[in-house]
């Protein structure tokens, strides 16, 4: 049942909130070997579902990313380093029990979001449900996996550098990082104030623009007709693995023959972006972690820290300025095309050990998040969706030029590819 339907439902008297509140903690209990949910608050989502019958999103169980503060609830961010509580809800908690949400804990997130792969926490790895040797992503991980497997239709993540879009591509849900400032960051450990944004995942795009439309004062418009889709024509971009690359024709085929116009289109270079997003994200990083001691961090978070230090302070000035001029080469394209396609991830899941050493964790962060920086430094909406698949899940990503056009196109991919019945 969709988001909107079961939130109906609830408000007139047809559903009973404690029923789905009990039913996504008997799911969570029958799914911890994940690690998807590090803290569950039954009494508080107990007590919670008694009273609410009404807003938009009225007895939804949720759960939110441990770095977003939960007033009562720990506020961990995935370190070893913190044994908090937070004092106050984040804003976008604010906004969830105003619509009737019902927070039912906190899902796992790679320590201080620092991290795409979902492997690195105070409890260890975040298991994939599609096969527990398989890392989730991240670092949304514990988002992903928790929808994935069924114990909340709705979770709240944090995506920059993808953190959202990558755990739904490898976790087979969707993810949706709205355009820049729609959700709001207020009561997030930052990662990269340029760069973080709030986002949703759930299981179609139907409920995840339902929730983000919820949540703020994003409106979809009317559905759109035979979208113009620019293929993302860099070379870089097309360098996937045999499955995604199967998948990824597949999907193309089935969205030409359904009316979309395709056209290729070239993005800016991806070693330079990707330049740009690292001497951005790394001394923002390290400001935030500034008078903290490291010492008890997960390795790669230490590492990359150490690394992010050395960036000079005259290239995060010129970064800034890069990004301004990305954002804008990118806007020239949404005059072209309706939206920007290509698979959000060019790999399925891998395996959980192949981030064991070092240099092969940069290996597999620098594929993970290969197409997916380009939304945050530019702040444009981007979603991605399950395609079609008999192996381990696979995304396609949309990225578009406004909160609307991101859904509409996104909606009616879904449509055209009907992922839950091929």
């Known amino acids: 049942m969709s988001l909107e339907r079961t939130a109906a439902a609830v408000r007139a008297g047809e559903l009973d909130p404690v029923d789905l509140v009990e039913q996504a903690l008997r799911r969570a209990e029958e799914t911890a070997g994940l690690n998807a949910v590090v803290h569950l608050d039954a009494d508080g989502a107990r007590e919670a579902a008694r009273q609410v019958r009404r807003g938009a999103l009225a007895g939804v169980p949720v759960l939110v990313k441990e770095i ?69 992503g991240g670092s949304s991980a514990g988002a992903g996996a928790a929808v994935a497997a069924g114990v909340v239709p709705l979770a709240i993540g944090t995506d920059t550098a993808g953190s959202v879009r990558i755990p739904a591509a490898l976790c087979g849900v969707v993810g949706y990082k709205p355009a820049r400032g729609t959700l709001p960051i207020d009561g997030v450990f930052p990662l990269a104030q340029s760069l973080d944004h709030v986002g949703v995942l759930t299981t179609s795009v139907v409920d995840a623009v339902y929730a983000v439309n919820s949540l703020s004062s994003t409106e979809s418009g009317a559905a759109i007709e035979a979208p113009r889709l620019g293929l993302v024509s860099n070379p870089e971009h097309q360098d996937h693995s045999e499955e995604v690359g199967k998948a ?43 008078g903290r001691s490291t010492d008890a961090y997960q390795p790669d978070v230490q590492q990359r820290l150490r690394k992010a230090a050395e960036v000079p302070a005259w290239r995060y000035v010129q970064a800034r300025a890069e990004a301004a001029e990305l954002t804008r080469t990118v806007a020239n394209r949404f005059s072209e095309v309706d939206a920007l396609i290509l698979p959000t991830v060019p790999v399925v899941a891998p395996p959980i050990d192949a981030v064991a050493d070092a240099d092969g964790a940069v290996a597999v962060r620098a594929r993970l998040m290969r197409n997916t920086r380009l939304a945050n430094l530019t702040g444009f909406p981007a979603l991605s969706l399950p395609l079609p698949t008999t192996g381990l899940p696979i995304g396609l990503q949309v990225i578009a030029g406004s909160n609307q056009v991101a859904a509409q196109v996104a909606s009616w991919i879904e449509r055209v590819l009907d992922f839950e019945g091929a």
């Not at 604010?94 to 796992?108: D, P």
């Not at 395709?262 to 923002?284: C, H, K, S």
């Open 68 to 136: 977003v503060e939960v007033e009562g609830l720990p506020f961990r961010c995935g370190s070893a380093s913190m044994n908090e509580v937070a004092t106050k809800d984040a804003e976008i908690v604010t906004r969830l029990r105003a619509v009737g949400a019902i927070i039912i804990g906190l899902s796992y997130s790679h320590e201080f979001a620092y991290g795409c792969t979902g492997t690195s926490n105070r409890v260890g790895p975040c298991r994939n449900p599609h096969d527990h040797s398989r890392m989730t």
């Open 248 to 290: 990824w024709s597949a999907a193309i085929t089935r969205l030409r023959a359904a009316g979309a116009v395709m056209q290729e289109v070239e993005l800016p270079d991806w070693t330079a972006t990707n330049r740009t997003a690292v001497d951005l994200q790394g001394p923002e990083a390290v400001a935030n972690h500034a």
